[in-house]
């Protein structure tokens, strides 16, 4: 038997015996906080006292130190899903992907102090029980996945879910264009360089034999590096939903070309493409505003 099902049976084992149900059965943690764990509802506060009690069942059932680690560290995780959960809800709240003005960047703003919040909390439960460490567990995949739910709610639960899989599996990818379309070398390696625009187009492949075209956009609009960043940019433009699509549609080609121009080390072409259809299709008084406010 691999040491991998090795673990998996000793800690089903384990959690039998103690009556607790932690997320080892998959791979990675559950986004539901365990009905029966030692602390109780996240809601109710994170009590340390019973999961000492908890870590000592765990030491006198003689599992190894690092097996130990392992099963407090995915069992704490999954314990403040809940509290993400609730973080993330308030920010989503009547969510809409071209709302871009002050609210939003408060909204943005007051997100990233609970996540802080929130993660430090529990980092803080995990330290008091497992002593100081330096392998604290990265729960910024938890907060993205549950992110994109709230994003992707406008979906069917099996799209939504086929399509939250496949940006994640292509989160990385997705990275790497942002940084080559901001101008950004990340390798100097050119094989690799197209190998980054292969996957992204291999991304968008996938996601259009899951979606419907107006959903395929939608997720673009909501997901893709161009939308994030007409949302810092447009924020004091605050644009219309229909401003906002004319104003994706004119960036969006522009971006994916530049990270071909610069993968090939070509000169960067400029922007007027993009003013110049921006100009055609917005207001007179709207465009000048547009040019005024871009990224104030």
């Not at 190998?195 to 673009?220: D, F, G």
């Not at 893709?224 to 004319?246: C, D, G, K, M």
Request: proline share 4%; hydrophobic share 40%.
């Amino acid at each position: 038997m691999s040491a991998h099902k090795n673990f998996r049976k000793m800690a089903v084992m384990v959690a039998f015996l103690l009556g607790v149900l932690f997320p080892v059965l998959a791979d990675g943690p559950g986004e539901q906080p365990p009905s029966s764990s030692p602390a109780g509802p996240v809601g109710d506060g994170l009590q340390s006292g019973d999961y000492q009690t908890y870590l000592g069942s765990l030491q006198a059932a003689g599992l190894s130190d690092q097996t130990i680690r392992t099963v407090i560290t995915a069992d704490v995780v999954a314990a403040f899903a809940g509290k993400r959960s609730a973080a993330l809800g308030e920010r989503y709240q009547n969510f809409q992907y071209w709302k871009i003005d002050s609210s939003e960047t408060a909204a943005r703003a007051r997100l990233a102090a609970q996540r802080r919040a929130i993660d430090e909390e529990m980092n803080g439960v995990l330290q008091q029980l497992l002593g100081p460490a330096d392998d604290l567990p990265d729960v910024s995949r938890e907060w993205e996945k549950k992110s994109m739910e709230f994003e992707l709610a406008f979906l069917s639960p099996e799209k939504r879910e086929a399509t939250k899989t496949t940006l994640l599996a292509y989160a990385k990818v997705e990275q790497q264009m942002k940084e080559l379309c901001g101008g950004l070398f990340v390798t100097e390696d050119t094989n690799e360089l197209q190998q980054i625009l292969a996957s992204h187009k291999e991304m968008q492949s996938t996601l259009q034999q899951i979606l419907l075209p107006e959903e395929y956009k939608r997720v673009e609009m909501t997901s893709s590096w161009t939308a994030e960043n007409l949302r810092h940019a447009l924020v004091q433009f605050a644009p219309t939903e229909s401003e906002f699509r004319i104003i994706f549609d004119a960036w969006r080609p522009h971006d994916e070309n530049l990270t071909q121009i610069y993968a090939t080390r070509q000169a960067d072409p400029g922007n007027q493409q993009v003013y110049a259809k921006l100009k055609e299709q917005l207001s007179s008084d709207r465009y000048n505003e547009y040019t005024s406010t871009w990224w104030k």
